[in-house]
């Protein structure tokens, strides 16, 4: 049967109008979707938006600032307030995420700071009380554009996997920003990544579609001086959001931004490559040792030593081999002699010491 695509959408767009959408204009069936189109103003809008804190807050926005459990999410957000948010805006950290033994080494730091830290327990109270404290200021008519508030974990005060109550809530945060506060929510992702080897929301969808911008926190691991490299990545963004990468001291719990963004999640996806390939590149190196070897005799000599198939060895040495020097996932060199057409492979000047 052949679609007649003309004709399904005006009966489409004649049933929306049945239901209370707005009419379209005289011979242009399309010019219901037409209103979706971006326009100068709202590009303008965008490009005016005032960034306050490093290129990845704007004000007035409602930003969701999400990563993994033990990512540094807690220790970036009270950098960023401490050096840029808290000289210029009366802050309010909603922490409730913090065990007993962390709250006075936060409690210090906000007093150092000049930014206000909040707990409901040690008030006496509960996130209840404060949920309706702020319903109050949603609904009210208070200028809060000198306000940033800060909600560390935002599944403290809502259950994220409940849809009402989380539409609930994002409705108030949206009512905050409207009357010009600026709304940061910490929250964590999915211990598993997505199909993709993205990080994941952990909760219902209306998050992501009711924030300003959703920004996700790729942690490296820690090194031997407990510095971790961090870098927060844009996944929705209604501004002119940037990457931007730190390294955090997770003893002083200080973040020193660096000056270019790392791909820590291709770094991490590379660790456990090479962690998986290890017995196969521990034979090349070994291979390699005395000297270059041509592309087959050293494929040939790994898989006589690992007793592995000649395409999984050949995958393997091709992986990290590159005619540049200067590649840092690069373990060696190949060389091509084209007038034998031989392919001459050698380790690199680092990975041979």
Known sequence: MTINFAETLDEALAG??????????????????????????????????????????????????????GSGKTAIATDIIARDLAPRFRVMYFQEDAGAGDLPRLHEHARHCGYELLNSTLAGSTTDAQISALRGLSVSDVDLSNAVMVFDTVKKFVDLMSKGGTRAFMTMMRALTQRGATVILLG?????????????????????????????????????????????????ARCAVREVSFRLNTTTMQATELPRVVDVAAELADRKQREQDAELIGAARSALAAGGLAHSELIKRVCAETGQGRNSVAKVVNRYLSDDPNDSHALWLETRFFTNNTRHVSLKPEAAS
């Open 16 to 69: 929306a109008r049945s239901h209370g959408a707005p009419p379209s204009d005289a011979g242009d069936p399309l010019a219901a979707l037409a209103r979706f189109a971006l326009t100068d103003e709202q590009v303008e809008k965008m490009q005016q938006t005032r960034m306050i804190c490093r290129g990845v807050i704007a004000h007035q926005h409602l930003v969701a600032l999400l990563g993994p459990a």
């Open 188 to 236: 964590h992702t999915n211990k598993h990544r997505g199909p993709d080897g993205k990080l994941v929301f952990e909760g219902v969808g209306d998050v992501r579609n009711d924030v300003d911008e959703l920004l996700y926190i790729e942690a490296g691991e820690k090194d031997a001086d407990g510095i971790v490299t961090l870098t927060i990545k844009p996944d929705k």
